[in-house]
Structure formats: C-alpha cells, structure tokens
C-alpha cells in the first residue's frame, strides 16, 4: 500500500472486511518505512457508515501506536460530514465545510 492511500467509493460494513486486510498487511509488512503522517485521500467516497469510520479510527489507533499519525485529506462532503457529525475532525487534515461543494 502507497503512502499516499485513496479510499474507495464505497466505506461501509460490506467493503471493510477487504480494507482492513490490506491496511494490516501494509501496517505489519513495513512498519520502518511509513512516514511520521500518514495521507489517506478521501475524495472518492460517496458511501460511508459506522463501521468505515470504526475502521478509519482503527488504522488512526495502528498508526499511533507506531508514533505515526493519520491525517484524511480531500474529504469528501459524505465522508467530511460524516466525521465532522461524531467529532473524528481531528482525523481530517484541514478544517471541513459542510456547506463545500
């Protein structure tokens, strides 16, 4: 997995399952190579649920365990909302505007 990692259309409790196994292989494949903050790029997502966002805290939670951080940037407005709806702001790289196209 790319440093710099797009997130799918589609973040939910059907696609989260294949998400997690990739993130794991990456987080335990090249623990010395990440870098000291983490870019996930959140453009595409159109769809997310509870459990996108419980596996998003997850890899932030992963990260940090390695004195890593996780910073989303280019949210989407679902995603952006979503975050910014049960207070996970600080997951997101720059302020979101709900009202940004």
Do not use: K
Request: hydrophobic fraction near 50%; proline fraction near 7%; aromatic fraction near 4%.
């Amino acid at each position: 997995m790319p440093t710099a990692f797009a997130l799918p259309t589609e973040l939910t409790i059907y696609t989260v399952g294949e998400l997690r196994t990739q993130w794991l292989a990456w987080l335990t494949a090249e623990p010395a190579d990440l870098p000291g903050t983490c870019h996930v790029d959140g453009a595409g997502v159109d769809d997310i649920d509870g459990a996108g966002l419980q596996l998003l805290l997850s890899l932030a939670r992963a990260l940090g365990n390695r004195q890593r951080t996780l910073q989303i940037v280019n949210p989407s407005r679902p995603l952006g909302s979503a975050c910014e709806a049960l207070g996970l702001a600080a997951l997101l790289a720059a302020p979101f505007a709900a009202g940004a196209a």
